[in-house]
Structures are given as C-alpha cells and as structure tokens.
C-alpha cells in the first residue's frame, strides 16, 4: 500500500505467496475474497500482465526484489537473482537469517543488498521508524498516524541518508545515528498537523526542537543507569 501511496505503479508489481504469483485468475480467488480480502485486492491490483508461475517467474526481468518471508539461506537462490534485469536491488529482510546471503545476491549480479541483520551493511530495521513515528504522533496529539506520515518518515530518513552520502553498502542510516530520530519524528509531526488530524498544531522545527529534547534526555538517563550498572548494556557493547 505504501508503495502505491508514494506513486508506484502496482500493476507492474508481482506479488508472491506460498501459492505462487499473485493475480486475478488464480484458482484460491473464491476464497481469498471470503478469507483475506486484503490478499484479494491486491491480487486484483497487481500484476498487470497476469503472468503466472512462482518465484523465478516472478523474477525474470525484475528491477527490484522485497522479500520479507522464510528465513534462509536458501529461500532465494543465487540462479533466481541472475533472472532479473542488470544491477538489481535486493531486500532479503527475513530474520535472523535472510532468504540469500549478500555476498551470494551479490555474486549473482545484485548492484544493492540490504537485510535485517545488523552486521551485514544496510540494516532494514523498523526501529529506524517506530519510535520516531509514535514520537510525532504523541507530540502532535495525533487521531491517527496516516500513510502520508509513515511515506514522510521514510522520506526523511532517505534524505538523511543521501546528505550524508549514499553508497552501495550505505543506503539508510544505522540505528546508532541518533540524530536521524528527531527528524523523523518533526516530519511526521509536521505532516500530521497539515493534515488536520492533530490535535495539537505543531511545525516541523519546533517538533524538531522538543523530540530532540527529550531523545537527548532519555538517553543522557539510559547512560547514567548503565554506568551506575543499574541497567545492563545492551548485548552489542558487552
């Protein structure tokens, strides 16, 4: 869906299921309609071209693979990336093993690989998101968190990115780039408050200034209770 939103074209995406690809001919339509409506209209969405099989059909020709499904290795083969078209970008997000290892996706021809695991390069991890999400949402008194806000949390981190500098094994900020946080969170709260679905109006610098406060703050208390051995540090820095 956030996809859609942001302008792609879902007729030219192909989904696919432990049934194979999804489209609108498929035998289990019936009861997709009654089960899993959700499924059913984006069966009915994608896929223009009604193409038919599993994941190597899927693939063949593709620009971009988002896989977020059985963890691997394996679950995606080294043969299935070379089907598609030259330089592909490949998220192999299943955890805590993604469908194809990096260094294979890469042998087979991937330009970009990004999991979510935190010591391969561009990490997926939704807490690049959430926190900053809810922070918006909370700040700006928010009815609801729409997709527009969610499209302007993950532009923001892009620009982040991109200021800093993109590469091939650096196409999103690190969960220890705190600073991408607040501004994430002024984003969100901005585009709420457009919206008219905040109860309290906020623009994005002074949503900007008060998340900065209290992320600073929060982890100034965290610091303190872990050198005071209150707390235990997180695993990574034991």
Not at 196 to 217: C, F, N
């Amino acid at each position: 869906i956030l996809l859609e939103k942001y302008g792609l074209d879902p007729g030219k995406m192909i989904l696919v299921d432990r049934g194979g690809i999804l489209h609108s001919e498929r035998e289990d339509m019936d009861t997709m309609m009654i089960k899993n409506r959700w499924k059913y209209e984006i069966a009915i969405k994608t896929n223009r071209e009604k193409v038919k099989g599993g994941l190597k059909e899927a693939l063949a020709g593709a620009d971009v693979l988002i896989a977020a499904s059985t963890p691997g290795p394996g679950v995606v083969k080294p043969e299935d990336i070379e089907l598609m078209e030259k330089d592909p970008i490949v998220f192999a997000l299943a955890n805590p093993v993604p469908e194809i290892w990096p260094w294979e996706a890469k042998r087979a021809g991937a330009a970009i690989v990004a999991t979510g695991r935190s010591d391969f390069p561009n990490q997926v991890n939704n807490s690049l998101i959430f926190p900053s999400v809810f922070r918006g949402a909370l700040d700006c008194h928010a009815r609801r968190i729409s997709y527009e806000a969610m499209i302007a949390a993950s532009v923001e981190l892009a620009r982040f990115a991109e200021e800093k500098g993109l590469t091939a094994n650096y196409i999103i900020p690190t969960m220890e780039e705190w600073s991408v946080y607040p501004l994430v969170a002024a984003a969100v709260a901005d585009t709420l408050s457009r919206q008219g679905v905040a109860r309290r109006k906020t623009s994005y610098r002074e949503e900007l200034e008060r998340a900065g406060e209290i992320i600073s703050r929060s982890r100034k208390i965290l610091s303190t209770l872990i050198d005071s051995r209150i707390v235990e540090p997180p695993a990574s820095e034991v």
